[in-house]
């Protein structure tokens, strides 16, 4: 993970929990950052979400909420279940469209948002990317709208079952993605 553009990749330790009954996402990090400790947490329930930084698990340097942030968090969610628990993509709050043989959009629905994604697969099924435009990115003060991707770039066999064994995370900003 990496806060800006020319920064060095930091190692990073993530917990995270995730519920669909009620969707809600749990997410909490920790990090250093030019020998820092930096922690930071994703909320995301029906009351809302936010996500807040820590540098020295002290000083705040990221503290944002409000409806954009869960309408990004909403994207997340959807992300998360079809890397994390794709079994769940057939809730009844989840709408799906072909369009063509290895693309399907899908729109998710928790009010007061629904979020829409493109994803691409595989002719063999397996995701190659997830696509949205409905997510914000943020440094909690702005909140700026790019399309916002998770292309897998490789499979492999864990426990019987072949899963994704890495993707990345891309904001396909005006000047490039990032």
């Known amino acids: 993970m990496r806060a800006n553009q020319g920064d060095p990749y930091m190692p990073v330790r993530t917990v995270q929990y995730n519920f669909i009954e009620e969707p809600s996402r749990f997410f909490w990090f920790s990090a250093n950052k030019a020998g820092l400790p930096l922690t930071g947490m994703h909320i995301y329930q029906s009351a809302g979400a936010i996500f807040n930084v820590l540098l020295l698990n002290w000083i705040p ?3 944002a909420k409000g409806d954009q942030l869960k309408q990004a968090e909403t994207v997340t ?4 279940l079809c890397f994390i628990a794709p079994g769940a993509l057939i809730d009844p709050r989840i709408r799906w469209e072909t369009i063509s043989d290895t693309v399907a959009r899908t ?3 928790n009010p007061p948002f629904t ?3 493109d994803m691409y697969f595989t002719p063999g099924g397996q ?3 997830f696509i949205s435009t ?3 990115e943020t440094d909690g003060k702005q ?3 790019y399309p916002w991707s998770t292309p897998v770039s490789g499979y492999r066999e864990f426990n019987g079952y072949v899963l994704p064994a890495k993707a990345s995370l891309w904001y396909d900003r005006p000047g490039g993605k990032w």
């Open 61 to 63: 340097i990221v503290k």
């Open 127 to 129: 995701l190659l990317n």
């Open 134 to 136: 409905d997510r914000f």
């Open 107 to 109: 729109w998710f629905t």
């Open 115 to 117: 979020i829409s994604a």
């Open 77 to 80: 969610i959807l992300n998360d």
């Open 143 to 145: 909140y700026k709208n």
